[in-house]
C-alpha cells in the first residue's frame, strides 16, 4: 500500500465512519497493516490480534455475546462500551469467506432518522450490567472536540425513560436499514467505534465463523 492509497483509505474512514478494502496477499500481517492506521491496543485478554469465534450458547468467555446468544444475532453495540473511553477504532477480517457479515451503521445515519436522537442521548443514563462493574452512564462521548456514542443492547440497561425511549427508536431504525460488511476473505474493514454501532448477523449458516480483530486508538 503506498502512501496515496493508505491517504484515500484513511480519508473515506474519516467521512464514512468506516472502510473496507481488500487485501494485497493473504500473507499481509494485519499488525503492520494496523499500525499504518494507528496505536495498535491490546485486547482484554492481552492479545493483539484477537480471534472472534462463533460459539454455542453458554461457551467461550462469560460476558462474551456467544455466551449469551450462541448462534444468534449479536445484540448491536459498540465495542469494549464497558470500557470509560471505549477503543476509537477496530479492523475486522476473516481468512475465509462467511456468509455472515457485520451489521453497520453509523450515529449519523440515525440521527438523521431519529429527530430526538441527540436530546435523548444527552439526557438518557443507563447502567452498565456487569456483576462487580455496575455503575450508571451516559452514551455520549467527548474527547478533543469531537462528539461520539457507545450504546450497548445486551448490557446497557436503561435507566430512565429518554434511555427507554432512545433504545426504541434506534432498534426500529436498525431493523430497518444497516450497511452489510461482507467477509470475502480478502478483505478488511476498520470502523471508528464512536461513530458506528455494529452487530453479528446470526451464524447459523456458518459455525466455523473466525474473525480477526485488532485494537486501534487515534489514527497516525
Ligand atoms: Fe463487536
Given at each position: 500500500?503506498?502512501?496515496?492509497?493508505?491517504?484515500?483509505?484513511?480519508?473515506?474512514?474519516?467521512?464514512?465512519?468506516?472502510?473496507?478494502?481488500?487485501?494485497?496477499?493473504?500473507?499481509?500481517?494485519?499488525?503492520?497493516?494496523?499500525?499504518?492506521?494507528?496505536?495498535?491496543?491490546?485486547?482484554?485478554?492481552?492479545?493483539?490480534?484477537?480471534?472472534?469465534?462463533?460459539?454455542?450458547?453458554?461457551?467461550?468467555?462469560y460476558?462474551?455475546?456467544?455466551?449469551s446468544?450462541?448462534?444468534?444475532?449479536?445484540?448491536?453495540?459498540?465495542?469494549?462500551?464497558?470500557?470509560?473511553?471505549?477503543?476509537?477504532?477496530?479492523?475486522?477480517?476473516?481468512?475465509?469467506?462467511?456468509?455472515?457479515?457485520?451489521?453497520?451503521?453509523?450515529?449519523?445515519?440515525?440521527?438523521?432518522?431519529?429527530?430526538?436522537?441527540?436530546?435523548?442521548?444527552?439526557?438518557?443514563?443507563?447502567?452498565?450490567?456487569?456483576?462487580?462493574?455496575?455503575?450508571?452512564?451516559?452514551?455520549?462521548?467527548?474527547?478533543?472536540?469531537?462528539?461520539?456514542?457507545?450504546?450497548?443492547?445486551?448490557?446497557?440497561?436503561?435507566?430512565?425513560?429518554?434511555?427507554?425511549?432512545?433504545?426504541?427508536l434506534?432498534?426500529?431504525?436498525?431493523?430497518?436499514?444497516?450497511h452489510?460488511?461482507?467477509?470475502?476473505?480478502?478483505?478488511?474493514?476498520?470502523?471508528?467505534?464512536?461513530?458506528?454501532?455494529?452487530?453479528?448477523?446470526?451464524?447459523?449458516?456458518?459455525?466455523?465463523?473466525?474473525?480477526?480483530?485488532?485494537?486501534?486508538?487515534?489514527?497516525?
Amino acid at each position: 500500500m503506498n502512501s496515496i492509497e493508505l491517504n484515500t483509505l484513511k480519508d473515506t474512514l474519516n467521512k464514512q465512519g468506516y472502510v473496507i478494502f481488500n487485501l494485497e496477499n493473504s500473507e499481509q500481517n494485519l499488525l503492520d497493516i494496523a499500525s499504518l492506521f494507528g496505536k495498535i491496543v491490546p485486547g482484554d485478554n492481552g492479545a493483539l490480534v484477537q480471534q472472534l469465534l462463533a460459539q454455542e450458547k453458554g461457551n467461550g468467555s462469560y460476558g462474551a455475546f456467544s455466551y449469551s446468544v450462541g448462534f444468534n444475532q449479536f445484540p448491536w453495540h459498540t465495542d469494549t462500551a464497558y470500557w470509560d473511553i471505549p477503543i476509537r477504532y477496530l479492523m475486522l477480517a476473516s481468512e475465509k469467506p462467511s456468509p455472515c457479515a457485520t451489521l453497520a451503521r453509523t450515529f449519523d445515519s440515525l440521527s438523521s432518522s431519529i429527530e430526538d436522537f441527540l436530546y435523548l442521548s444527552e439526557r438518557a443514563v443507563y447502567q452498565l450490567d456487569i456483576p462487580g462493574k455496575r455503575r450508571v452512564l451516559t452514551p455520549i462521548i467527548r474527547q478533543k472536540g469531537m462528539i461520539g456514542f457507545k450504546f450497548d443492547f445486551h448490557i446497557y440497561k436503561p435507566v430512565n425513560n429518554e434511555a427507554k425511549k432512545l433504545n426504541e427508536l434506534m432498534l426500529e431504525q436498525l431493523k430497518l436499514d444497516s450497511h452489510r460488511i461482507v467477509w470475502l476473505g480478502n478483505n478488511v474493514a476498520i470502523i471508528d467505534n464512536w461513530r458506528v454501532i455494529h452487530a453479528r448477523e446470526d451464524a447459523h449458516n456458518d459455525k466455523k465463523r473466525i474473525l480477526k480483530r485488532v485494537y486501534i486508538n487515534e489514527l497516525v
